[in-house]
């Protein structure tokens, strides 16, 4: 099922965004959303980062040339 | 004039053709605050987030030929226009309702005989309108939802905090509601 929590992930929007990160949509946010640390957060009323990435990992942002 | 609005009956169910149509052309269940707070998100959509999620994905997933691509964009283009014009429709139609329904009798700025009671004055209208419209966006990020995204949606698949949501909210709005009434003499 479906992640509940999609609509206002503020990650979801990227998943969705390039080829290469639907893969992160297919295993978390269309398989198994229970694991994924955003939800998880969510769920217990925590804050979530933006940059939390489901598997638990904080992004870390890189500056492009 | 009092006001004469939809049949909540009818109401109900064009509300919950909206959802089920929503989840037929994304795919997603419908939730306006969550679709108000992704829009106002779009800001970290940035190139170096990008580039630096795209490397996580790599060290998560590994090299995989197609990861994603084989299937086409994650999200067809046409999910995605439909995610973000239903909140400008969702406002565009609730004017075309008015400006197509004169019979409601409802005038602008009024928001019905017991607004007007309590709030004479069409800055006192828009200011309590205002705040409660962050009020709401508070309640609504804290709760995990809204009525749409609780009452249509999470209600609807069987979520059990939507449940306990909509009781709370539910029963708060019809004791406040009752109490306006009563004070109003309606």
Known sequence: MACPKAEGCALYELFTSRALLGVWKTYYCLGQHENCERFKRSETGQEIDDTLLPNGQSLQPVKQR | ?186
């Open chain 2, 1 to 186: 004039m009092e006001p004469a609005f939809i049949s909540p009956w009818l109401a109900g169910v064009l509300t919950a053709l909206v959802a089920v149509a929503y989840a037929g052309v994304t795919g997603w269940m419908l939730g306006v605050s969550g679709l108000f707070d992704a829009a106002l998100r779009r800001r970290v959509s940035n190139e170096d987030l990008l580039a630096a999620l795209e490397a996580a994905t790599l060290a998560q997933f590994g090299e995989q030929p197609g990861a994603g691509a084989a299937e086409g964009p994650a999200t067809a283009p046409s999910d995605r226009n439909a995610r973000r014009w239903f909140l400008p429709g969702m406002l565009l139609g609730g004017l075309a309702w008015r400006l197509l329904s004169p019979a409601t009798g409802l005038e602008w700025g009024t928001l019905g005989p017991s607004m007007s009671l309590w709030l004479p004055s069409l800055g006192a209208r828009v200011g309590v309108l205002f705040g409660s419209g962050v009020l709401l966006g508070f309640g609504a990020r804290m709760a995990g939802g809204c009525t749409s995204g609780h009452g249509l949606s999470g209600v609807a698949t069987g979520q059990r905090g939507s449940f306990v949501s909509v009781a709370v909210f539910w029963t708060v709005a019809t004791a406040l509601s009752a109490v306006m009434n009563r004070v109003a003499g309606r």
